[in-house]
């Protein structure tokens, strides 16, 4: 008998996974965990800040109090009372969120993976800041979106300059506009202002993408789109075009794998049926554990830690760049979250600097992955708030040392 021949895999593949590539950033955190590497490359929290004792007592909490029903299977929704807790702190002034607005994910990711089945089709086009968040591309490249990239600037989307854009009929605009990622810059007032009003004049949706927005370290605090809108309608109720997103990944730790979508109940029903093919539901205990911290008033205790740490380690980077970067290399200066992105001159392609970098134990993320239509090559991400204020230091100077090597 003649063998079989081998499986050709490839011939079986849907057409839109030739859109799929795995995340350099993802691909980059298994040679960034080292604990000999400095690493700037992941978004990741500080790992030691991870408050250990206190999930402990939590966990112990949740078994005690609601034993096997923390263990169960759960409604795709989310838990009832994580959703009223949400839905009482997003509630203010005009916007009246109810817990028929709120949907529970696994994570903020997951939200944006589930927003793009219910609103894109094939050849649909979505504003997004230039450059973005990587893993937003990644996923809404597959539903088949037409990027439209808008021009941004330490203020963040230049909305005054979208008269091109809105020429294409975007459907939606999708943004970070507090410490956006990879550049660490806030969307100002009069814009997040003319952006709401431009995107109810012209019928798109806004999904707002807020996972660092507590993470502020200096200034006031602006308001989300969310409030915006319903502030511009004057409304009692919920009735908005923003899809808002949010985790607790950042603020409590990325490994519950919690977060959630405020939206229209239409949106949130179509969410929640997409939900229901792709999981079924968020993992229940992590919802009991999320409910456990923040109803006892921890994320309050918990978040000035994180602001006060993660303050020094943005200080740390910043003195270290002023201190042995070159004058012709620029950068943000963020006023809060866990990036910054460093501008090189233009011949130089940091890419291609990745490997002698990781050579000497640093690790940093190439920032054209972020960016649309080839722009970005002499651009890096550089990640605050994982390493200690004396890593820091030491990671930008052997950046420097290398930047100086190619020079010569």
Known sequence: MK????????????????????????????????PEMISFAGGLPAA??????????ALMAVLDGSGGQALQYSATEGLPELRDWLA????????????????ITAGGQQALDLIGRILLEEGDRVIVENPTYLALLSAWRTAGAEFLPSPCDSDGMRVEEWKPLLKAKPKAVYCVPNFQNPRGTTLSLARRKRLVALVRAHSMAIVEDNPYGDLRYNGGALPNLLELDARNRGASGFDSRVIYTGTFSKVLMPGLRVGWVIAAPAVIEKLTQAKQAADLHTGTLSQHLALELVSRGFLE????????????????????LEKYFPGNATWTRPEGGMFLLVTLPKQINAGELLPAALERRVAFVPGEEFHLGGAGKNTLRLNFSNARPERIEGGIKKLAKLLASKRH
Request: charged share 35%; aromatic share 8%; glycine share 2%.
């Open 88 to 103: 009482r702190k997003f509630s203010t002034g005009r916007l009246r969120v109810q817990r028929e607005n709120v949907l």
């Open 48 to 57: 030691e800040l991870f408050p250990v004792a206190r999930v402990k007592s």
């Open 301 to 320: 205790e918990f978040k000035p830690v994180l602001r006060r740490n993660y303050r020094r380690r943005r200080d740390a980077m910043l003195t270290a």
């Open 3 to 34: 063998p079989e021949s081998e499986m050709n895999w490839s011939r079986c593949f849907a057409q839109r996974t030739a859109l799929m590539r795995r995340s350099a950033v993802r691909e980059l955190l298994k040679v960034a965990s080292r």
